[in-house]
T-cell receptor
Framework: GQQLNQSPQSMFIQEGEDVSMNCTSSSIFNTWLWYKQDPGEGPVLLIALYKAGELTSNGRLTAQFGITRKDSFLNISASIPSDVGIYFCAGPNTGANSKLTFGKGITLSVRP | DVKVTQSSRYLVKRTGEKVFLECVQDMDHENMFWYRQDPGLGLRLIYFSYDVKMKEKGDIPEGYSVSREKKERFSLILESASTNQTSMYLC????????????FGPGTRLLVL
């Protein structure tokens, strides 16, 4: 089946640094979604991308839909302590069944 | 804003008990989903529903059942809880088929002793 790959599993950065994460697949996706999950909470949608090459920002977050449609990138600029959490990418399964494939997530830690 | 609520944030049950997890969404979404989340395994789909009284198995349905009697409510049932069902359970909803963006509830952390 379809898989979304996110690595590394964990990232450790200093407050104020920028960080970039990517999500890759061997399959083509027509939509890319980025979620953030705070500790003990449910995932919250950060950014949705619907078109190859699309670049979308949400505050300090910027995400891009890769031109090959097999990858997507999420950048966080000037990180702050509340950026800690798990960042998931997701994309719809093939076929019109509304199910999503999720990456395993990247746990981000921010050192003050 | 879409709101998905789950009946409990934390739950402690004993092995063999019947457990009900309730999920309600207030945006008239057609699709609803139940996932469990375990360290290292990511999000795994248990069951989903496209409409009232309709359900489909996800990737790990064994040991679970679901009920959708009203459009806004989707219940996950553990008929006889076991310790390997200790997990974080997440409910999600999306508008309709072809609109895949899912909105999640806050999660229920279930401990089965």
């Amino acid at each position: 089946g379809q898989q979304l790959n996110q690595s590394p599993q964990s990232m450790f950065i200093q407050e104020g640094e920028d960080v970039s994460m990517n999500c890759t697949s061997s399959s083509i996706f027509n939509t890319w979604l980025w979620y953030k999950q705070d500790p003990g909470e449910g995932p919250v949608l950060l950014i949705a991308l619907y078109k190859a090459g699309e670049l979308t920002s949400n505050g300090r977050l910027t995400a891009q839909f890769g031109i090959t449609r097999k990858d997507s990138f999420l950048n966080i600029s000037a990180s702050i302590p509340s950026d800690v959490g798990i960042y998931f990418c997701a994309g719809p399964n093939t076929g019109a069944n509304s199910k999503l494939t999720f990456g395993k997530g990247i746990t981000l830690s921010v050192r003050p | 804003d879409v709101k998905v609520t789950q009946s409990s944030r934390y739950l402690v049950k004993r092995t063999g008990e019947k457990v009900f997890l309730e999920c309600v969404q207030d945006m008239d979404h057609e699709n609803m989903f139940w996932y469990r989340q375990d360290p290292g395994l990511g999000l795994r789909l248990i069951y989903f529903s496209y409409d009232v009284k309709m359900k489909e198995k996800g990737d790990i349905p064994e040991g679970y059942s679901v009920s959708r009697e009203k459009k806004e409510r989707f219940s996950l049932i553990l008929e006889s809880a076991s310790t390997n069902q200790t997990s974080m359970y997440l409910c999600a909803s999306s508008i309709h088929r072809g609109r895949e963006t899912q909105y999640f509830g806050p999660g229920t952390r279930l401990l089965v002793l």
